[in-house]
């Protein structure tokens, strides 16, 4: 049974900094692709991030490129995202998804084609 449980979000303002951290657990995850996705209120589910777990090729979305890093660590088998220069638009529940894809070649795969969620984590940035 694959578990994903993300931590990390808070209160930060505007320009700060947040690093979210998802822990997954229930197999081995290579060949696994991790995104991290983010939804605000009234918003649909919007594509932040993606790494591919063996080889650590990433992808980011235009509005975060620059200031967002997603990154992993076998040994810990956890996903990160750094965020820099946090804007208020920012603000949403950010959540770790993953998606078991051996021969993944970069497809930015929408929120529904991922099989595993965690619960998500709260990030609100002030103004």
């Known amino acids: 049974q694959v578990q994903l449980v993300e931590s990390g979000g808070g209160l930060v303002q505007a320009g700060g900094s947040l690093r979210l951290s998802c822990v997954a657990s229930?197999?081995?995850?290579?060949?696994?692709?991790m995104g991290w996705f983010r939804q605000a209120p009234g918003k649909e589910r919007e594509f932040v991030a993606s790494i591919n777990w063996s080889s650590g090729t990433t992808y980011c979305s235009d509005s975060v490129k620059g200031r967002f890093t997603i990154t992993r660590d076998n040994a810990k088998n956890t996903v990160y995202l750094q965020m820099n220069s946090l804007k208020p638009e920012d603000t949403a529940i950010y959540y770790c998804?993953?998606?078991?894809?051996?021969?993944?070649?970069?497809?930015?795969?929408?929120?529904?084609?991922?099989?595993?969620w965690g619960q998500g984590t709260q990030v609100t940035v002030s103004s």
């Open positions: 998804a993953g998606r078991f894809d051996p021969g993944w070649s970069g497809t930015l795969y929408t929120a529904k084609e991922y099989n595993y």
């Open positions: 229930g197999r081995t995850f290579s060949g696994y692709v």
